[in-house]
């Protein structure tokens, strides 16, 4: 029984257009950043950390690193917590 595989253009494609749809708004490689303002940056930087990532179930990179920290001083919270109670 053969075998056919499914070609890797559709994947391609779509990569393609994201990159397209990211366009003029993210520096090539390579550009040097001290021509682009501060502002511009932060620009650049919001739209990449906010948006949504499959591998992350559709959540963005603020959200995940958000949640994070939290966790992690919630958990230093407790910590603290414990060692003021054992000590009175």
Known sequence: MPVYLRA?????ARLQREH??????VPTKGTDLSSI???KLAYIEAMLNDRPRKILDF???REVYTEIVQAK???RQAVTAKT????T
């Open 84 to 87: 003021v109670a054992l000590q």
């Open 20 to 25: 397209e749809r990211l366009g003029p708004t």
């Open 37 to 39: 303002t501060p502002q």
């Open 8 to 12: 890797l253009q559709p994947m391609a």
């Open 59 to 61: 959540r963005t990179p």
């Open 73 to 75: 001083l919630a958990e």
